[in-house]
């Protein structure tokens, strides 16, 4: 019954779209990937982006606008590396669009074009929240746009021919601003190189790896699964023999675990914005990395 109402509803969804867009309908999973869409599209894309930084990338209810949303779009720009796994094929079935559908024409993976940290030798989905592929959470490292921006400019040439100069002429301007901005990123985040800091989620694998900070422990049991309060006092424990100047968490996640732990430990807690929009200051792809490395060196300074 419940697919029927939606199945009408998309009908109408689809009836009422205009009979020919002269964008490229883009629809982005997260939103550093909606907004990586339009620093290379610019005007020629019409982006929508799927999902908020207040929002669990993992997790995302298939909502009807979603899927009438994905009914439209040209191309799909996700992370892959099934971080969209448990939503995003769902949908694309759901709408009907075997272009966006994995392996698809319109289908755009951000992680098919960087080495991805952390493959597991061995898959064990008892391990917990395990991506098979790798730790899909790249966009923590800026340095990663740079091939993913070149791979979206191809991508969405392949898809626009008309419009692939711009496209590309775009990708080559944000690569030039962008490689400026890492550079002032990097030197203003030296004092971070060589600090330990603990992690709510297994989220920032490739952050660590840019600024050289160094994990001591999740807060996280299994990856995905919230901690107990037995769990925290082993984190806690952990902690007396390893201390951390800080922990993290983004601004998405349930902030008590953290903040038990920052209480306990005499460590600050740190939110970090992890998408666009995640936090007020981070409005932007470049303000996201700004806003995070602010909020890390007051943390180191707390
Ligand atoms: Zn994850």
């Known amino acids: 019954m419940r697919t029927k ?39 020629k894309v019409s982006v929508y982006t799927a999902t908020t930084g207040a929002q669990d990338p993992h997790q995302v209810q298939a909502r009807p606008s979603l899927i009438a949303k994905a009914r439209t779009a040209d191309v799909a720009v996700c992370t892959g590396a099934e ?17 966006i559908a994995a392996g698809g024409p319109g289908s755009f993976d951000a992680t098919s074009v960087v080495p991805l940290l952390e493959r597991p030798a061995r898959l064990d989905r008892s391990e917990g929240d395990i991506h098979a592929g790798g730790n899909p959470h790249i966009q923590t490292d800026p340095r990663n746009m740079i091939p993913i921006s070149k791979a979206m400019a191809a991508k969405f040439a392949a898809l626009d021919p008309a419009n692939a100069s711009t496209y590309s002429s ?18 203003k985040a030296a004092p971070l190189r060589g600090v330990q800091v603990a992690v709510q989620h297994h989220s920032w694998p490739y952050l660590q790896n840019w600024l050289g900070m160094i994990e001591v422990t999740p807060l996280e049991p299994k990856p995905g699964v919230p901690p107990s309060s037995g ?67 007051a943390g180191l300074k707390s």
């Not at 448990?86 to 009907?96: N, S, T, V």
Request: aromatic fraction near 8%; charge should be neutral; proline fraction near 5%.
């Open 5 to 43: 109402i939606i199945s009408l509803i998309l009908l109408a969804a689809g009836i009422a779209a205009p009979a020919s867009a002269k964008t490229l309908n883009v629809f982005a999973c997260e939103p550093e990937w909606g907004a990586l869409a339009t620093e290379i599209g610019g005007d």
């Open 170 to 187: 775009r990708q080559a301007d944000f690569e030039k601003r962008w490689t400026a901005a890492i550079a002032g990123w990097t030197s």
């Open 231 to 297: 769990y925290l006092a082993q984190v806690l424990q952990k902690l007396q023999t390893q201390p951390v100047k800080m922990v993290i968490r983004a601004a998405y996640e349930d902030g008590r675990p953290s903040a038990f732990i920052a209480d306990k430990a005499k460590i600050p807690a740190v939110v970090l914005p992890f998408t666009v929009g995640g936090t007020d200051q981070a409005k932007d792809l470049f303000s996201l990395y700004d806003d995070t490395i602010n909020r890390l060196l």
């Open 83 to 99: 971080l969209e796994i448990a939503w995003l094929p769902m949908i694309a079935q759901q709408a009907g669009n075997s272009k």
